[in-house]
C-alpha cells in the first residue's frame, strides 16, 4: 500500500473520502440506545466496566469468562476501554462511535481489497481507481449495515470482518507476489496473523480458507511463477477442502445434529436447513431491493419449515440457491468477479445457516457476506454496461446515482435508531408480526417516562397499548400478555381475564427461548415493586416447569424468583428442595446452593438446605 507513486495518491483520497462518507452516514442513528444482547455483554456485564486504565484490569477484562463466548477476547477490550473511556459508565454513544470508526476502517481497507482485485482481473488501473472506492462505498453505504454498525454487540462481527478484509488483502499480495516471481513469505505470516485477530474476534471467521479457496478458482487459479508452487497450491487447498469436508460430516454433523427440537427452539436440524434456504434468499433480496421498510431488525417472525412445500417457497428457494451456484461454478474463469461474488456470500453464511441450533436470521450476518454480493452485482452491472456501450462518463453518473440511493437509504434507516422508541417504531412497521418488536415499543415506552417505578409515568397508556397491539398482532407471543398484565397492575385496572388469557396461552404456546422467559417477567416486575397477583405468578412460573421441564436449574431459578422478587421464602423452599431431588446423588448442587444463599442473607433457608443435604448422604 505505498503512496510513493503518484497514481496512488488520488487513490488514497478517493478510499479516505470513502471511509469518511461511511462513517458519517451512520450519526443519524447517535446516541441511540443498548438493546438486546447489549444488555448482558455491556450493560450488565461487570467484567468490563473498568475505572482506571491499567494492565491488571485489561487482564482481568481478558481472562473473565464473557457471556458471547471465550473466543471473543478483542471485541470485549475494546467494551472496556469504551467504558473507562465514557467516565465509567455505559454511554451507548460512545460504544456506537466505535463502532463507526471500525466501519470507516473497514471500508477504507475494502477499498484497497477490490482495487488488487479488479487487478487481478485485468481491468484496467484506471477504470479500477474510480471502481474500487465505489464498490467499497456501496458495501458500507447498503441499509443492511445499519444493524451491524449501531448494535453496539455487533462489534463482535464488525471487528472481524475488518480483520478478514486485511487478510484477504495481506493474501492476495502475497499471491500475486509468486505470480511475478517474488518472495512471498512475509505475505503468508501476516495474513496468518491477521487471520488469528480476526479468530479472536468471532468464531465464523474460521471461514477464512474458503473465501482463500474461492479467490483461487476464480480470480488467480492457482497461478505462480513457479509450477511448482502451483502444484503446491493445488495439492495443499485439495488436502484443506477434503479435511474440512470430513470434519463437516464426521465431527460436526454428529455433534450438532438434533431430530428433536434444539433447546430453546421449535424447529430441529433438517427444519432448520430448509427455512435457511428461505432466510438466505431473503437477504438476497434486501441487498438488492434495499428499502428500510424491508429491514425489520428482529425475524423472531419467521415460521420454519416443515418440509419442502411447507411452505411452498422453500422448494423455489433451494433451486435458487443450487442454480447461482451452478452459475458461479460454470462461470468461474468467464466473469471470475461475479462467481466470486457469488462464492464470497454463500461461503459466509456457511456456519450461521447450517446445523448449528442459532435463531433463523439476524442481519448481521451479512456483514462480511455483502462483500461478495455487492462484488456480483458490479460484475453484472459492467457486464451490462459493456454489451450496451454506455460510455465512461454514462456509467460513472449511473454509479453515482445508485451510491447516492444507498447512501440516502442507509442515512434514513440509522436515523430510526436514534432511540429505542423510535427504532422500535420502525421495526414494528417493517414486522407487523414480531414479538420482540412490540415488546421493544413497549418497554421503550415505559422507560421514557422514567420506568415502572415512576409514579403517573406519562407514557403508561401509549406501553400499555403497544403491549395490548403485540399480543393482538401474534397470538403465540407471550411476553407482550406479561408486560401488559405488569403494567395494567401498575396502572391499577388489570382484570382476572387478562391473567386468565395469560395463562392459557401460557398452557398452548410453543416454548421458544423467549416465551420460556414470559413468567420472569411477571416476576421481575413485582421485584420493582409493581403491585402483582402473587399467586398468579407462582402459577405461571409453575405452568412454566411443567412446559419446558423441571430441570434442577430450571427449579432454582424459580425458587430464586420467588425468593428474590416475590419476597416468599416459604414458597421458594419447595423449589430449592425438589432442585436438589432431581440431582444425581452425590451432586454437590445442596452445598454450593446453600452457599449461595448464606451469602445472600438467606441463613434460614440454607440452613435447611444444609439437613437436607445431610440427609440424603
Not at 402483582?532 to 427449579?555: F, I, W
Request: aromatic fraction near 10%; charged fraction near 15%; hydrophobic fraction near 50%.
Amino acid at each position: 500500500m505505498s503512496v510513493r507513486n503518484p497514481a496512488t495518491r488520488p487513490f488514497l483520497l478517493a478510499s479516505l473520502g470513502t471511509a469518511l462518507l461511511a462513517g458519517a452516514l451512520f450519526l443519524p442513528g447517535l446516541p441511540g440506545a443498548f438493546l438486546f444482547d447489549d444488555i448482558p455483554n455491556i450493560v450488565n456485564n461487570a467484567s468490563i466496566q473498568i475505572h482506571s486504565l491499567s494492565l491488571g484490569n485489561l487482564y482481568t477484562v481478558l481472562s473473565t469468562p464473557q457471556p458471547s463466548g471465550s473466543m471473543r477476547g478483542l471485541p470485549t477490550l475494546s467494551f472496556a476501554l469504551d467504558y473507562w473511556r465514557a467516565g465509567g459508565v455505559a454511554d451507548p454513544a460512545t460504544f456506537k462511535t466505535t463502532n463507526l470508526l471500525i466501519h470507516a476502517l473497514t471500508a477504507f481497507a475494502l477499498a484497497w481489497l477490490f482495487r488488487n482485485l479488479l487487478a487481478a482481473a485485468r481491468v484496467p488501473a484506471q477504470r479500477a481507481a474510480w471502481l474500487a472506492p465505489a464498490l467499497a462505498l456501496a458495501w458500507a453505504a447498503h441499509p443492511l449495515q445499519v444493524s451491524s454498525v449501531l448494535y453496539a454487540v455487533q462489534r463482535l462481527q464488525t471487528l472481524g470482518t475488518l480483520f478478514l478484509v486485511l487478510a484477504l488483502l495481506a493474501y492476495l499480495k502475497a499471491r500475486q507476489a509468486q505470480i511475478a516471481g517474488r518472495p512471498a513469505r512475509g505475505g503468508f505470516l501476516l495474513t496468518a496473523l491477521l487471520w488469528a485477530l480476526a479468530l479472536n474476534c468471532k468464531e465464523d471467521t474460521v471461514l477464512l480458507p474458503a473465501y482463500t479457496l474461492a479467490l483461487e478458482l476464480t480470480v488467480l487459479r492457482f497461478a505462480a511463477a513457479n509450477a511448482r508452487t502451483s502444484q503446491r497450491l493445488k495439492h495443499g487447498y485439495l488436502a484443506a477442502t477434503l479435511v474440512g469436508i470430513g470434519t463437516y460430516v464426521f465431527w460436526v454433523i454428529p455433534h450438532y445434529w438434533s431430530s428433536a427440537p434444539y433447546p430453546g427452539r421449535d424447529f430441529n436440524s433438517a427444519e432448520r436447513l430448509l427455512t435457511e434456504a428461505r432466510v438466505l434468499c431473503r437477504y438476497l433480496w434486501e441487498t438488492l431491493l434495499p428499502l428500510p421498510r424491508h429491514m425489520p431488525f428482529y425475524y423472531d417472525w419467521i415460521q420454519p419449515s416443515r418440509g419442502l412445500l411447507h411452505p411452498w417457497t422453500t422448494l423455489p428457494a433451494l433451486l435458487l440457491i443450487v442454480g447461482l451456484l451452478a452459475l458461479a461454478w460454470r462461470l468461474r474463469h468467464r466473469q471470475p468477479l461475479l462467481a466470486l461474488g457469488v462464492f464470497l456470500f454463500f461461503s459466509a453464511h456457511f456456519i450461521t445457516s447450517n446445523v448449528i441450533g442459532l435463531e433463523l436470521a439476524y442481519e448481521h450476518r451479512n456483514h462480511f457476506a455483502l462483500i461478495g454480493a455487492v462484488l456480483a452485482v458490479g460484475s453484472l452491472l459492467a457486464e451490462a454496461a459493456r454489451r450496451r456501450h454506455l460510455p465512461t462518463r454514462a456509467q460513472a453518473g449511473l454509479c453515482a446515482a445508485l451510491l447516492l440511493i444507498l447512501c440516502g437509504a442507509t442515512a434514513l434507516r440509522a436515523h430510526t435508531w436514534r432511540s429505542a422508541v423510535s427504532l422500535a417504531q420502525a421495526a414494528t412497521q417493517a414486522a407487523p408480526a414480531s414479538p420482540r418488536a412490540w415488546i421493544d415499543l413497549c418497554v421503550g415506552y415505559l422507560q421514557a417516562g422514567g420506568g415502572a417505578q415512576t409514579r403517573h409515568n406519562p407514557y403508561l397508556d401509549r406501553a400499555i397499548a403497544a403491549c395490548e397491539a403485540g399480543a393482538d398482532a401474534n397470538p403465540e407471543t407471550l411476553n407482550s400478555l406479561a408486560v401488559l398484565i405488569a403494567l395494567k397492575s401498575l396502572r391499577g385496572d388489570v382484570t382476572p381475564n387478562d391473567w386468565a388469557r395469560f395463562q392459557g396461552r401460557l398452557r398452548s404456546a410453543r416454548m421458544s427461548w423467549d416465551n420460556a422467559r414470559a413468567p420472569f417477567v411477571l416476576s421481575y416486575y413485582a421485584g420493582l415493586g409493581v403491585a402483582m397477583d402473587k399467586a398468579q405468578v407462582r402459577q405461571a412460573l409453575d405452568l412454566l416447569l411443567q412446559r419446558t421441564g423441571a430441570s434442577p436449574e430450571r427449579l432454582i431459578h424459580v425458587g430464586y424468583a420467588v425468593l428474590d422478587e416475590l419476597k416468599q421464602p416459604e414458597q421458594a423452599l419447595p423449589y430449592f428442595v425438589r432442585a436438589i431431588e432431581a440431582s444425581p446423588p452425590g451432586d454437590p448442587l445442596a452445598l454450593t446452593l446453600a452457599a449461595e444463599l448464606q451469602e445472600n442473607g438467606y441463613v434460614a433457608i440454607a440452613e435447611k438446605i444444609r439437613r437436607l443435604a445431610s440427609e440424603r448422604k
